[in-house]
């Protein structure tokens, strides 16, 4: 079975905020770079790639066969995706404990991992 592990950073810290950033030690920093690239070698993952920050986001509706555009993803930052990995498994469970391995679940976000339509 195929998953997608989508990534929410919630209060997790990335070097995107350089304030949250540096709140963490050199070790605490080195840490999630290294759990990272564990992450992306660990068999059966297809990596994924970090998203820009949500506010760099354009939405697209199309109403009455017109794009509209609007600047933003239409969720709480909190809320937003800051990236993902596509993973194989055998079942759920292996899915759910690599999710638990990424550093922006145990540091104030959560991943959702979804299982993957295949025809």
């Given at each position: 079975?195929?998953?997608?592990?989508?990534?929410?950073?919630?209060?997790?810290?990335?070097?995107?905020?350089?304030?949250?950033?540096?709140?963490?030690?050199?070790?605490?920093?080195?840490?999630?770079?290294?759990?990272?690239?564990?992450?992306?070698?660990?068999?059966?993952?297809?990596?994924?790639?970090?998203?820009?920050?949500?506010?760099?986001?354009?939405?697209?509706?199309?109403?009455?066969?017109?794009?509209?555009?609007?600047?933003?993803?239409?969720?709480?930052?909190?809320?937003?995706?800051?990236?993902?990995?596509?993973?194989?498994?055998?079942?759920?469970?292996?899915?759910?404990?690599?999710?638990?391995?990424?550093?922006?679940?145990?540091m104030g976000?959560?991943?959702?991992?979804?299982?993957?339509?295949?025809?």
């Amino acid at each position: 079975m195929k998953y997608m592990l989508l990534i929410h950073q919630g209060d997790a810290p990335t070097p995107y905020d350089a304030e949250a950033w540096e709140r963490l030690s050199d070790d605490q920093r080195n840490a999630v770079y290294a759990a990272y690239k564990e992450l992306n070698e660990t068999p059966g993952v297809t990596p994924g790639v970090q998203m820009q920050a949500p506010e760099t986001a354009t939405t697209v509706r199309v109403q009455d066969g017109k794009a509209l555009t609007t600047d933003g993803p239409f969720v709480a930052v909190k809320e937003a995706l800051g990236g993902y990995f596509f993973f194989e498994a055998d079942d759920i469970d292996a899915a759910i404990e690599l999710a638990a391995r990424i550093p922006a679940a145990r540091m104030g976000g959560a991943v959702e991992v979804r299982p993957l339509v295949e025809y």
